[in-house]
């Protein structure tokens, strides 16, 4: 039941929905059809409502309702899988530019965060923003020592506004979860969640903060991309200041081209911070539209990106970013059985799913595509559209590849718009394999074991009494549950080859505790030797256990 407090939000949205001619979303919710009846008491429909598109109604409905609505229509956009093409595009261009709070309140802000006057932090605060958004707004300042710097500050109880619109999106949501008959694709309630976890990463600057010191460490160099350093003495949960940058928005061709700047070097300098920021780093900015990634126009000869906004950053568990880099490998190559197998063997579909049917839905995705000149071909409306086909087969599809999909569709837009014709295919499939080349060589896994050696050490004496204590349960339980002789047998048979298994990968472990104990310690000509031939008996041992 929707809490009584909600119902006059719930009422109020019902009305901008319905005035900007958006009956379809209205009819769906059945609460809501009553409503119709009482359109002219509502509200009047917006002038020009009838001549525009659906999904250009809607995105005028939300920047109608709020920031915070803005900010789910964002989250939403990323949802191709589950939207039409035609809405998300228009959700796409949502701008959550908002009015400014007086800069007497950011100063005063300022001051209670970092319990210090004004004149005591910064030589200079200007109290006219730079930029003003739904979160925060950003002034410029000086340091005493005469850095250049911004300041970001969070608006004044934006905290308690983004609680009380979450709590009346997410009745909303549960109002849509019941009556809306496509609710288990649309599926509210996770979109609600998403912009619920999103809103509280924004809200906590200090954690924008780290974010940016990551970033910049993972490119320190600054040549490809520029990231602002974070001054932490003046920063704090609601408070962030940063080195001030400078440049243009990726999407200004006419100020690029106006300094000489390469703008087919740039677009491919682009995706390749991209998939190094991915899969080599496993830390991506996830909010990479033009008004965040600026361009440097300093620097003709070797031009580079410059970063701004870290609220949203994503990362992919270890696993996922293997399954997801061996798939885009798969598909460069148009190796469709390889990329059923990988679907299947990540974990994002059920092992009952056939791979010769799910192979032919995947081809019949792909060929299409690989008819035409490879600049021609998006990569990103390539992979949603294999989600989407990828739905039928009952694919899990993780909140961590959803920002990874939206964040391909920004660098791609933006590779685009400063090169038509970039081939992203042929700029992608090389930074590809070297970051995997690099990534699992045998010297970067002998450098996990040597990290990992203590550990293991710590828990061999512990390992014998452990599986003695496994295969004791395992062997007393099995008799109890089982009478049938042939089950007896059977369970007896899988019990002896647990056993050689658990044995296999013990003498594997210890042998490959050997082999980098030498490696470590280094000795007379030879030792080098004597260790690779234990490493290799320790993997011989554990394939043999794997099989076993």
Known sequence: MTPLKVVPGV???????????????????????????????????????RELPRGARLRMALTELGPIFVKAGQVLSTRRDLIPADIADELAQLQDQVPPFPGSEARAIVENELKARIGRLYAQFDETPLASASIAQVHAATLHDGSAVVVKVLRPGIAQKIARDIALMRSLGELAQRWHPNADKIRPLDVVAEVEKMLENELDLQREGASASLLKRNFESGVDLYVPAVHWDFTSERVLTLERVHGVSADDIVAIDAAGIDRKALAAKGVRVFYEQVFRDNFFHADAHPGNIWVDLQRRQEPRFVALDFGIMGSLPEADQYWLAQNFIALFERDYARIAQLHVAAGWMPSTVRLDELEAAIRTVCEPYFTRPLSQISLAEVVVKLFQTARRFELTLQPQLILLQKTLLNIEGV??????????????????????????????????????????????????????????????????????????????????????????????????????????????IGSDWVALGCLAAALLAFLTSARR
Do not use: N
């Open 11 to 49: 009422l109020r949205v019902a009305s901008v929905l319905l005035a900007w001619r958006l009956d379809d979303l209205v009819d769906a919710a059945h609460l809501y059809r009553p409503l119709k009846l009482l359109r002219p008491l509502l509200a009047r429909s917006r002038p020009g409502a």
């Open 415 to 524: 590779g685009r718009m400063l090169d038509p014709d970039i081939d992203i295919w042929a700029v992608a499939h090389p930074v590809l394999k070297r970051i995997l080349r690099e990534r699992y060589s045998p010297r970067r896994t002998l450098r996990a074991v040597r990290q990992r050696l203590p550990e293991w050490l710590h828990a061999a004496p512990q390992l014998p009494e452990l599986v003695r204590d496994a295969l004791r349960q395992t062997a007393s339980g099995e008799q109890r549950r089982l009478a049938d002789p042939v089950e007896l047998a059977l369970h007896a048979e899988l019990a002896l080859r647990r056993r050689r298994a658990l044995l296999g990968g013990l003498f594997g472990t210890a042998l490959l505790g050997c082999a980098t104990l030498l490696w470590i310690a280094g000795g007379p």
